[in-house]
């Protein structure tokens, strides 16, 4: 802590995480390692048997692979320290690391939000406009969606830093969560926070709901075109090829609507840490998993890929 005139200025916050479930402290350590690895392991795979399979350098799978690196770093800026946090009597972070965290936790959420609208573009091309699918979805420009989905989260993240920057805390210090969440940040903060929350407010409809509603039309243009085949079996293969993506969106607005509404309120209960844990952890778990499951290109690529490289 740093004495100035009247106050004391925080300079370190203390994330409570679980320790406050002494009872299943180790069996949440066993199970968020397994479940760390096991993301890892199978985003890490999937990325290189998309690389590795000439059959999948397609723009669903360039997208797929850039998906799987964004929950490998998403994962990552979270669940390492939480891990930590289990052998420490306090599991503390500085106010600038806290910053740092929420930042690429941030950059990276933003990051999975805008690949996700590319790839509800990517198969409203593909259903839609089976003709020109290829001059539309070009190399060229799949690279130019994923870099202006980096650079648009980065301007997201970079403004929920200046945001958390302007804070100041001088008590209390304790973040009843297990990583730094820009909520929490604000309910302890001792100065005016209404510019932080509108940064935050305008992000969230920006990268949130924009997202989601440009997400929502491509679907609704899908589903039309879908309805428009006459073959039973083509309207079966039609869907099946949105099935997974429309599952992982679910899955990943659903839960993260949740709990910012529930951090909104001020909550800092448990139900509200084990919220977080859906979406931060155990959606970069699931989604390979969602992408693969009903996917034949992926299962037959599965089948070969270790007869010629020995891996995953």
């Known amino acids: 802590m740093v004495k100035g005139r009247n106050v004391t200025e925080i300079t370190q916050f203390i994330l409570v995480g679980f320790s406050d479930l002494p009872r299943i402290l180790m069996v949440l350590f066993i199970v968020f390692l397994l479940m760390y690895i096991t993301t890892l392991t199978w985003n890490l795979c999937l990325i290189i048997l998309i ?9 669903m799978y360039f ?3 850039n ?9 990552t800026t979270t669940v390492p320290k939480m891990l930590s946090g ?10 600038k690391g806290c910053a740092v965290q929420y930042f690429v936790f941030s950059l990276m959420g933003l990051s999975e939000s805008c690949v996700m609208t590319a790839m509800a573009y990517d198969r409203y091309a593909a259903i839609c406009n089976p003709l ?16 202006g989905s980096y650079m648009a989260a980065m301007s997201g993240a970079v403004a929920q830093l200046c945001a958390i920057l302007r804070l100041y805390f001088c008590g209390p210090n304790i973040i009843n969560h297990f990583f730094c969440d820009f909520p929490q940040l604000l309910n302890l903060s001792c100065n ?13 409809m920006i990268f949130g709901v924009a997202n989601a509603l440009l997400i929502m039309i491509s679907y609704v243009y899908i589903v039309l075109s879908i309805l428009k085949i006459t073959s039973a079996k083509g309207r079966v293969k039609a869907f099946n090829t949105c099935a997974s993506h429309l599952t992982a969106v679910s899955f990943f607005y659903v839960s993260s609507v949740v709990v910012y509404l529930s951090s909104s309120t001020g909550s800092s209960s448990s139900v509200d840490r084990f919220g977080s844990v859906f979406y931060a952890v155990l959606i970069p778990l699931l989604n390979p ?14 089948k070969k890929f270790p007869k010629k490289r020995g891996y995953c």
Not at 86 to 95: A, I, M, R
Not at 138 to 147: A, D, G, Y
């Open 51 to 59: 690389r590795m399979d000439s059959h999948l350098h397609t723009p």
């Open 132 to 147: 020109l699918y290829s001059s539309i979805m070009s190399p060229t420009f799949c690279v130019q969606m994923v870099l």
């Open 192 to 204: 005016d926070t209404f510019l932080s929350r509108l940064i935050l407010a305008i992000v969230t």
């Open 289 to 302: 998993l969602i992408y693969s499951l009903r996917n034949r290109e992926i299962k037959d690529a599965l």
């Open 67 to 75: 998906l799987s690196f964004i929950d490998i770093c998403y994962v």
């Open 63 to 65: 997208f797929l692979s």
């Open 86 to 95: 289990f052998f420490q009597e306090q599991s503390t972070v500085t106010v």
